[in-house]
């Protein structure tokens, strides 16, 4: 990471998943202070339908998956970390697969957010995938999880409820019903 801002940088953790950093940085107005960053390799994460964009109506399957940090379930929508030099498309097509058993015909980006840019430089990737055959999953051995279809209708009302509040689930779902297109750039209840 290349940031002009940043005076030094120190390693205090290694994970797995994340690494912890205490960074001094030179902020806007020339002082400087120390900021802890969890550095992140990034993720993709992909809202799958079983049926064409330009249904009025398409199915969304969903997963509802046990997370520990949010002390039980959590719909979801197929997503996963980026291995090292992989590609978030590419990311997306295996996550999808891992967690769902589906392979997608089409994979198309929607946008890139930062999760939570006060404290960590992650940046997941969100696409909107279509054209599903289904296969095997291949689940992690801490992924305790099980798949839903829902129409795309259904979904943003349980948004609405706060029934869905992965904060990922949430962008990417309003974010397709927004703006999706389908393969022919037609809009569908997008």
Not at 42 to 59: E, I, K, M, N, T
Not at 163 to 168: G, L, N
Request: aromatic share 8%.
């Amino acid at each position: 990471m290349n940031n002009p801002a940043r005076v030094s940088s120190r390693r205090v953790y290694t994970g797995r998943v994340l690494n912890l950093d205490i960074d001094t940085v030179r902020f806007p107005d020339a002082s400087q202070g120390e900021l802890e960053i969890i550095r992140h390799s990034g993720a993709s994460a992909v809202v799958p339908l079983l049926d064409d964009p330009s249904h009025a109506d398409p199915r969304v399957v969903l997963i509802r998956q046990y997370r520990y940090a949010a002390d039980g379930y959590v719909y979801e929508i197929p997503a996963g970390r980026l291995d090292k030099e992989e590609s978030p498309d590419v990311c997306a097509h295996r996550e999808l697969e891992e967690e769902t058993g589906y392979r997608a015909a089409h994979m198309k980006p929607l946008i890139s957010v930062f999760t939570t840019p006060g404290f960590t430089d992650e940046r997941i990737h969100l696409f909107l995938a279509w054209g599903l055959t289904s296969g095997q999953e291949h689940r992690e051995r801490d992924e305790f999880l099980t798949t839903l279809t829902l129409p795309l209708s259904q979904v943003l009302q349980m948004i609405e409820r706060s029934e869905i509040d992965d904060a990922k689930t949430v962008v990417a779902l309003l974010y397709a019903a927004a703006f999706g297109h389908d393969s022919q750039g037609r809009r569908g209840i997008y």
